[in-house]
């Protein structure tokens, strides 16, 4: 079946650039000058694109203990005796992961709950990764629970809910505090911006 918005592509091509589009960032007219470019480069982009995604399909899965993605389990960090264990941070999706990693501003250990609770998309407690942080903040030598979520209104949801599953843990709980803006998105903060956030987390 041919793309109804370009009938004169094939089906092949109009499938490559309806799954381009469905790519966070990439629109449809993103989606058709990726798909462009990728044919044009076909040995030195498109081939190795292919081989890369058909890898991470294979080999990258969720670490069972933090929830990171990685082709090990646990993950390297997880696995890292350069790692504070005393600190766990709390974040939405693996995004965030890499935007504080990128920062440096972050030296422990990170639990990544697999987005936020949502009302209106229908995501519960039970569909986040709550249960395992709760059993690993539980666990002797942990001092601190950093939540470290979105400034929005769901971000700040989940962020009191965590904080009411963690009460009774034994665990300190904080929360980024100045740098934050609210509903900012941490993958798009600056590195100094983090900084600050992180430096000035406050208990909840």
Request: a neutral charge.
């Amino acid at each position: 079946m041919r793309n109804s918005r370009l009938p004169s592509v094939s089906p092949e091509i109009a499938r490559l650039i309806d799954l381009l589009a469905k790519t966070p960032g990439l629109g449809r007219r993103s989606a058709q000058r990726a798909a462009l470019a990728l044919l044009k480069k076909r040995d030195g982009l498109m081939l190795p694109l292919a081989q890369a995604l058909t890898e991470a399909a294979e080999k990258v899965k969720a670490c069972s203990e933090c929830g990171s993605l990685d082709s090990l389990d646990p993950c390297a960090i997880c696995s890292s005796h350069t790692r504070d264990d005393t600190l766990i941070c709390v974040v939405a999706d693996m995004g965030d992961v890499w935007a504080l990693e990128r920062a440096g501003v972050f030296r422990g250990k990170y639990h990544v709950l697999g987005g936020v609770l949502s009302a209106l998309d229908g995501v519960r407690p039970e569909d986040l990764r709550i249960g395992k942080l709760v059993e690993r903040a539980g666990r002797a030598g942990v001092r601190e629970v950093i939540i470290a979520l979105n400034a929005t209104v769901d971000g700040q949801t989940t962020a009191h809910y965590l904080t009411e599953r963690l009460h009774g843990v034994g665990v300190s709980v904080t929360r980024l505090a100045h740098g934050l803006p609210v509903g900012g998105e941490l993958e798009l903060l600056d590195d100094g911006t983090l900084l600050a956030a992180l430096s000035s987390r406050r208990p909840f």
